[in-house]
């Protein structure tokens, strides 16, 4: 979910503010993600989230 609102806001700190809990926790948790899945989500959810907003307008 944390990785779904960053792709939405195109903004950690945004996303951070909107969760609840510290930038740094966001970037934490992401790192662990990428870990487990073996690939960057950082070029992913914001591309995830330009298509969003690009779509939706």
Do not use: W, Y
């Not at 926790?25 to 969003?52: H, T």
């Amino acid at each position: 979910m944390q990785a779904l609102v960053v792709a939405e806001q195109l903004n950690f700190h945004r996303a951070a503010e909107i969760l609840g809990i510290s930038q740094s926790m966001i970037s934490s948790r992401l790192m662990v993600l990428e870990d487990a899945l073996c690939i960057p989500l950082s070029p992913v959810l914001f591309d995830l989230g330009a298509s969003a907003q690009h779509s939706t307008k």
